[in-house]
């Protein structure tokens, strides 16, 4: 029986991971830190922090494959160290500990944001030139950095990077979602923004796919189509039954509101309404080829995005996070 150690476990995209690990009949053991880990069959908790040497070697004592999902993510991050303690410093330590321990895989998460925008009319694949542009960003291309070195040191290390993830549980896009439900999301004018979304349970089988075929040291892109933004705010108001407002707002302005309600809410080291990481959505656009994932590990997303966006929102009203609407788009 294949053993895994998950950190990020107790993360949107972690859950999904763990339990199909467990459906699958794996014993898992999953790094816990805050969040509660769910009872599940074949699942064990290790209580500790993502630089706990010793926590971390328990975790991958045994262990067949280490997963490696924990990130300190977002805007709402009010102390930045943690950025880099987390997403890099915390990376080198995983690596250690699955180095001291023997462990047979490991396969590292990174972000597509290393990328920062991609150039409009450009799929980028694995060469194309990392250009990170915040401090989220930069810290987990130093984290790649690390995987990269581990495997050039002789670790078998497989690195990922994930497009637009959405699915059931999801809070990052809730928040879209739920503003497009309400009625109170409006697009940016000015931009054609492209992003490729990947729903949770095809980004879950890539992951699976790198862990038993993905070559040693090599990175793969897993995402689905490659898609406009305005498309997929289209497909999202769709599955909530409403239709986009037609007003767009102004570029410029709304990006120098957003960096002055950076500012001022960061004084309170809290998270502004509206934040430069929010617009991002449409600035720094992401359109990812998995052709490689697809050529050598056999990666083929199921969900179409606007049947993946009709799953997700059904799951948010039949759990209480958006409210059961009957009204059909007008």
């Given amino acids: 029986m294949s053993l895994a150690f998950v950190t990020g476990g107790t993360g949107f995209v972690g859950r999904h991971l763990v339990r199909t690990l467990a459906g699958r009949g794996w014993k898992v053991r999953v790094l816990v830190h805050r969040t509660e880990l769910p009872q599940q069959e074949g699942v064990a908790a290790i209580s500790g922090d993502i630089r706990d040497a010793t926590a971390l070697k328990s975790g991958c004592a045994g262990a067949?494959?280490?997963?490696?999902?924990?990130?300190?993510?977002?805007?709402?991050?009010?102390?930045?160290?943690?950025?880099?303690?987390?997403?890099?410093?915390?990376?080198?330590?995983?690596?250690?500990?699955?180095?001291?321990?023997?462990?047979?895989?490991?396969?590292?998460?990174?972000?597509?944001?290393?990328?920062?925008?991609?150039?409009p009319g450009v799929i980028a694949d694995e060469t194309h030139p990392p250009q990170p542009r915040n401090l989220y960003d930069r810290t987990k291309w130093e984290a790649e950095q690390a995987a990269r070195r581990a495997a050039e040191g002789g670790a078998d290390v497989v690195i990922v990077r994930p497009g637009w993830v959405y699915g059931p549980g999801d809070r990052r896009t809730f928040k879209l979602i739920k503003a497009v439900d309400d009625g109170r999301f409006f697009l940016l004018a000015g931009t054609k923004g492209r992003q490729t979304p990947v729903y949770v349970e095809d980004l879950v089988a890539g992951l699976l796919q790198s862990a038993e075929k993905g070559r040693k040291g090599e990175l793969y892109h897993l995402a689905g189509e490659v898609m406009p933004v305005e498309e997929m705010v289209a497909a999202i108001a769709a599955a909530c039954g409403r239709r986009v407002p037609r007003f767009r707002l102004p570029k410029t302005p709304t990006v120098m509101a957003a960096a002055a309600l950076e500012a001022i809410f960061g004084l309170f080291n809290k998270e502004a309404p509206l934040n430069r990481g929010k617009l991002s959505f449409f600035l720094h656009p992401k359109a990812l080829s998995s052709e490689k994932a697809r050529r050598e590990i056999g990666f083929s997303p199921r969900r179409e995005f606007a049947e993946g966006m009709r799953l997700t929102v059904a799951w948010y009203r039949e759990n209480g996070w958006l409210a059961a609407s009957s009204r059909a788009a007008s």
């Avoid at 490696?68 to 250690?96: I, K, P, Q, Y």
Wanted: hydrophobic share 50%.
């Fill in 64 to 119: 067949d494959t280490v997963f490696h999902l924990a990130a300190a993510v977002g805007s709402a991050v009010t102390d930045r160290s943690a950025f880099r303690e987390v997403n890099a410093r915390g990376t080198e330590a995983v690596l250690d500990a699955a180095r001291k321990t023997g462990v047979r895989r490991v396969v590292h998460v990174s972000s597509a944001g290393v990328l920062g925008a991609v150039e």
